[in-house]
Nanobody, 127 residues
Framework: QVQLVESGGGLVQAGGSLRLSCAAS????????LGWFRQAPGKEREFVAA????????VYADSLKGRFTISRDNAKNTVYLQMNSLKPEDTAVYFC????????????????????WGQGTQVTVSS
């Protein structure tokens, strides 16, 4: 079992930055991908970014490249999402997720591929 706990959400003005953290309970994720998804009110959950725990390879939603950065700290079992130049349309609940079953070195972007989820953290961007 894997437990994921997000933190770092809050209220920020447009143009500001936030860094989300996702602390994982397991000590070893060598074969895992960790991802961030978000869900705005009335919308489906969408992919934001993912990182391979072992290689550090990353993939992003095209619309978020250049503003969001995913990273990980192996020693702390923590994945981060740095969000810059935030816009009101970034307002959503942000979820951390782990993909434990994916093919080696393959970063997956579909929600259905992720089998462990955190409870989410609210990000609100005011205009």
């Amino acid at each position: 079992q894997v437990q994921l706990v997000e933190s770092g959400g809050g209220l920020v003005q447009a143009g500001g930055s936030l860094r989300l953290s996702c602390a994982a309970s397991r000590r070893t994720f060598s074969s895992y991908n960790l991802g961030w998804f978000r869900q705005a009110p009335g919308k489906e959950r969408e992919f934001v970014a993912a990182i391979n725990w072992s290689t550090g390879n990353t993939v992003y939603a095209d619309s978020l490249k250049g503003r969001f950065t995913i990273s990980r700290d192996n020693a702390k079992n923590t994945v981060y999402l740095q969000m810059n130049s935030l816009k009101p349309e970034d307002t959503a609940v942000y979820f951390c997720a782990a993909d434990s079953r994916g093919p080696p070195l393959t970063l997956r972007t579909f929600m259905q591929d992720y089998d462990y989820w955190g409870q989410g953290t609210q990000v609100t961007v005011s205009s």
